[in-house]
Nanobody, 121 residues
Framework: QVQLVQSGGGLVQPGGSLSLSCIAS????????MGWYRQVPGKQRELVAT???????NYADSVNDRFTISRHNGLNTVYLEMNSLKLEDTAVYYC???????????????WGQGTQVTVSS
């Protein structure tokens, strides 16, 4: 019913910057919280940042002051600007959206396909 398509990411040297975007499409009445998560092999997926429909943000301590999450409600899009990247930021990054399908309030959480971010010298 809903698809999240990610773009961006890639390879960057330590201290560099990258950006990610995620566009939601399909049966969407409203999107509540949107967010970014990341996962490295052998570890659980972890929260990077979230943003509510009203713009309230929350960040993991490890990325606070380096990453910025934003969204465009009219475009059903969430962004992640990543600055001062570190080796330990290397991971597959996933976007997530809590989507409401209709005025009745039915909805679900959806994930993007994942995007590799590699920080390496």
């Amino acid at each position: 019913q809903v698809q999240l398509v990610q773009s961006g990411g890639g390879l960057v040297q330590p201290g560099g910057s990258l950006s990610l975007s995620c566009i939601a499409s399909g049966t969407i009445f409203r999107i509540n919280t949107m967010g970014w998560y990341r996962q490295v092999p052998g570890k659980q997926r972890e929260l990077v940042a979230t943003i509510t429909a009203g713009g309230r943000t929350n960040y993991a301590d490890s990325v606070n002051d380096r990453f910025t999450i934003s969204r465009h409600n009219g475009l059903n899009t969430v962004y992640l600007e990543m600055n001062s990247l570190k080796l330990e930021d290397t991971a597959v990054y996933y976007c997530k959206a809590n989507v409401v399908h209709s005025w009745a309030g039915d909805g679900s959480a959806y994930w993007g396909q994942g995007t590799q971010v590699t920080v390496s010298s």
